[in-house]
């Protein structure tokens, strides 16, 4: 009789165990997707933030120029 029930115990101990390493294995899963996709979009932040910089600069080099009167070089030659 207590055979049977160490081996009822023993059974259901497995089964709890097979369960919690399929759940283990589960959030590791979900851990590796959620962490590809933070990468993911830590370099988008970063490809964004260099746009970013790049179209300030430029915007500055613009502003730089209606300050001293424009690019002297491009303006339109006198007519004889």
Do not use: F, N
């Not at 081996?7 to 283990?24: E, H, I, M, S, T």
């Not at 933030?49 to 120029?65: C, H, N, P, V």
């Amino acid at each position: 009789m207590y055979v049977c029930v160490y081996v009822w115990q023993a059974d259901k101990a497995g089964a709890r165990l097979k369960q919690l390493k399929l759940k283990v294995e589960e959030g590791e899963e979900e851990m590796a997707r959620v962490s590809a996709q933070k990468r993911k979009l830590q370099r988008d932040v970063e490809e964004q933030t260099e746009q970013a910089e790049s179209t300030q600069r430029e915007l500055e080099q613009l502003r730089s120029k209606m300050r001293t009167g424009g690019d002297k070089s491009r303006s339109v030659p006198a007519v004889a």
